[in-house]
């Protein structure tokens, strides 16, 4: 168990560039979580997939946000146009669902990307 | 909607102090409560998590106890140390399928 692993830990772009994250979670969780995490505040949720299947979305991910996991392993999610709002910390989380929602609730987190749009 | 509101850090204490972190939430039912700490560097990690009202849930000598009739769930330690510097989150899980987070309070521990 190598925990979920985050690439790349920084970025910077500039504004009106795209950019790509990779989340790799734990190999068995079949949740895959985004969270954004701005300076001195907490973790936003932003989507979540069981599987492979997209299942929720916050209002917080605009259209310029789009988020995969093709095979049900590794995620990515992309901003197009970026801008300086989109500048935070994006974390990507993990867990083991069964009927059991104690066990749903356990979430295992990424070191995160930090992204910086100029 | 759901929500959580923790004390405003920093926090600042001195070795072997006794910490209280405030936490009290907003929900429609019946949330699971946790806490979450993230070290420098580090993502964030489970500290501990209480189910059901009157529940404690302890780790490391952290300590927390559901409160329904207050919505609280209060971090608390005895006795400090330096390596407890950290960001604290409290956070809930309700009938949604996401943990929904405070701001964070920064504990700053001095020998």
């Known amino acids: 168990d190598t925990g979920v692993s985050q690439n790349p830990r920084h970025k910077i772009t500039k504004r009106g560039q795209n950019v790509t994250f990779r989340c790799d979670p734990i190999?068995?969780?079949?949740?895959l979580y985004w969270y954004r995490q701005t300076l001195g505040q907490g973790p936003e949720f932003l989507t979540y997939?069981?599987?492979?299947?997209?299942?929720?979305k916050s209002r917080l991910l605009s259209d310029r946000f789009s988020a995969e996991r093709p095979k049900g392993s590794f995620s990515t999610l992309e901003i197009q146009r970026t801008e300086q709002g989109d500048s935070a910390m994006y974390l990507c989380?993990?867990?083991?669902?069964?009927?059991?929602?104690?066990?749903?609730?356990?979430?295992?987190f990424g070191s995160g990307t930090q992204l910086s749009v100029l | 909607g759901d929500s959580v509101t923790q004390m405003e850090g920093p926090v600042t204490l001195s070795e072997e102090a006794f910490l209280t972190i405030n936490c009290t939430y907003t929900?429609?039912?019946?949330?699971?409560l946790f806490w979450y700490v993230q070290y420098p560097g580090e993502g964030l990690q489970l500290l501990l998590k209480?189910?059901?009202?009157?529940d404690k849930g302890s780790n490391k000598g952290f300590e927390a106890t559901y409160r329904k009739e207050t919505t609280s769930f209060h971090l608390e330690k005895g006795s400090v140390q330096v390596s407890d510097s950290a960001v604290y989150f409290c956070?809930?899980?309700?009938?949604?399928?996401?943990?929904?987070f405070g701001g964070g309070t920064r504990l700053m521990v001095k020998p």
């Open positions: 209480a189910t059901k009202a009157d």
């Open positions: 989380a993990s867990s083991l669902s069964f009927r059991d929602t104690s066990t749903n609730e356990k979430l295992f």
């Open positions: 190999s068995e969780h079949n949740r």
């Open positions: 956070a809930l899980w309700e009938a949604g399928n996401m943990l929904t």
């Open positions: 997939f069981q599987n492979e299947a997209q299942l929720e």
């Open positions: 929900a429609t039912g019946y949330p699971s």
